[in-house]
T-cell receptor
């Protein structure tokens, strides 16, 4: 069964048009939730870690939030350089610290 | 600081050949991970090491896959014999400790003909 589901699969935004990406998870015993950015031909680049419901982290135009069953990555006034695939990963306590990645949201920001 | 270094960046070989992928983790990191990425399945964890010891290899698809970490600064992922369905991008990542953010290399793009 799917442990991590990301939506939408793809998102096109006009420059300056804010939106949110969703990551929902079904693992029991969350040790941590991680957001990464991946550019074509590159490895994922770490953005944020969230450990408990209610936690929020911010970096430039990005803000990540966490509830008991999902996380959101909010993008405020995006720029074309924010175009990338955004990946969510969870680490599960009960499955021996296993890491599960979602399949990502491909974001395109149009000038 | 140098990040995670993987080699080769690209590998094209024929079915049945042995393939060896290499990884140098970030100095001081105690955990190392091998992933495979495909369009269909996304990123899949194959195996991870803690302090050079394999902890969980449940993601290794078959006995044709093996991984070693002889010391803290080097790991290999070997496929023998290789098959076309092994074609994917293989990533190595390291972290300071097991539950800290992982830092990824730029991957090895493997094509098995």
């Amino acid at each position: 069964e799917d442990q991590v589901t990301q939506s939408p699969e793809a998102l096109r935004l006009q420059e300056g048009e804010s939106s949110s990406l969703n990551c929902s998870y079904t693992v029991s015993g969350l040790r941590g939730l991680f957001w990464y950015r991946q550019d074509p031909g590159k490895g994922p680049e770490f953005l944020f870690t969230l450990y408990s419901a209610g936690e929020e982290k911010e970096k430039e135009r990005l803000k990540a939030t966490l509830t008991k069953k999902e996380s959101f990555l909010h993008i405020t006034a995006p720029k074309p350089e924010d175009s990338a695939t955004y990946l969510c990963a969870v680490q599960a306590v009960m499955e021996g610290n296993q890491f599960y990645f979602g399949t990502g949201t491909s974001l395109t920001v149009i000038p | 600081d140098a990040g995670v270094i993987q080699s080769p960046r690209h590998e094209v070989t024929e079915m049945g050949q042995e393939v060896t992928l290499r990884c140098k983790p970030i100095s001081g990191h105690n955990s190392l991970f091998w992933y495979r990425q495909t369009m269909m399945r996304g990123l899949e964890l194959l195996i991870y090491f803690n302090n050079n010891v394999p902890i969980d290899d449940s993601g290794m698809p078959e006995d044709r896959f093996s991984a070693k970490m002889p010391n803290a600064s080097f790991s290999t992922l070997k496929i023998q014999p290789s098959e076309p369905r092994d074609s994917a991008v293989y990533f190595c990542a390291s972290s300071l400790v097991i539950n800290q953010p992982q830092h990824f290399g730029d991957g090895t793009r493997l094509s098995i003909l």
